[in-house]
DNA sequence: ACACTATGAATGAACGTTCATTCATTCGTG
DNA sequence: CACGAATGAATGAACGTTCATTCATAGTGT
């Protein structure tokens, strides 16, 4: 087969998905992967190294589906590219997106180290933010501030869809699109105008 | 030496922020409640039991804690207060809250059970949406996705600020609780629909 | 008042199982 | 044949759970 060590992940993230971190042995592991137990640790120093590993993987995943194309058109076609991208792929049942949840709200895990890779992957959507700011057009809010409002309803509504809480509606998601660039854009005198200092 | 079963309860809430679900062992749990292996048993039927009556417990906490004076003002009032007291609630690093989100996002454990209790908890929530929605002030989508556009920001603001991600500065928060309630929000005026002037 | 018995909460050693990890051995290939 | 890759049985620690036992207290008979 291919690429023994993606194998690996791809059976682990597929067992997260599934079970939770907590449902990860790496037994199940070997047999998802079609490999002996001991040949995991040819390719990783141990299970948690095996863990972080796979983080960072998903990491890169999901920046990578999110931010496709997130450099062309005005800022508002940008935003609402990666917000409708962002509800996409959320909305999906993938063991990528599936585990990237579980990996999303550990306790400890937040090791500065993967903040270093989450703000690296994703800084074109901080620099989006930063543009706003900067031409006066964007709400003066942190961008993390920012993300937390206009961004994450996106994971949030997608999960929701997902686990079967509310019915898919494509005018309901756009209305939900269109609200979240609205709601942190700086409302100006003069439609369209930038520059608003104060 | 209150109520064992309450303090074995608390025991694990706060293993369960410290580590996770999976760092969660009976042993753990016995010696940080003070008590034998053996003991859990007396008041629990198993593993699984402890977890998911934690889980309702930690839930009711946070819904008392969020939805108190709910009903006090008018609907602007009692959505900002809401809004603050999860944000204040989110922020702290206390055993219930950071066990609470280790709840909040797993795979599997979203029963049918654990749906009902939080749509019975929060239903005053639902209520504010409804409310609003009945009289046209409020946008019309289903009050999940209002959830997600309008409360969810408090939350992820609050995570950001306990994790250090951003300082803390009331005028931030006054600012963001702002926009989350005009997000949702039905222009009256003339200019409801995408453009807009004053 | 007293002696004796019954109760059941609490214990923690012990059990079987599962886990991560190791390593002597086998396999595949150049 | 040589050598790294792969194996999977073996290992011991840790796990959830059980249960024979302890012991303070409540109940009962005299």
Redesign the interface.
Known sequence: MYNKQDRILRAAEKII??????GLSMQHVANEAGVAAGTIYRYFKDKNELILTLRRDVLAQVAEAILEDHDQGNLEQRFKRIWMKMYHYGKQRTPAN?SY??Y?????S?TDEI?QIELQLFAPLLHLFEEGLKQGSI????P??L???SM??AM??AR?IR?G??EYQTE?ID??C???W????V?????AKGAVRT
């Open positions: 998905a599934n079970g939770g971190i907590q599936l949840e579980q999303a709200h550990l306790p400890e937040n903040r709400q003066p809010l942190h993390r501030a993300y937390a409002l994450e309803p949030t509504l929701a686990r809480l509310i309901e209305l939900a269109e609200l979240c609205q709601s942190i854009q409302k100006t005198e003069q439609h």
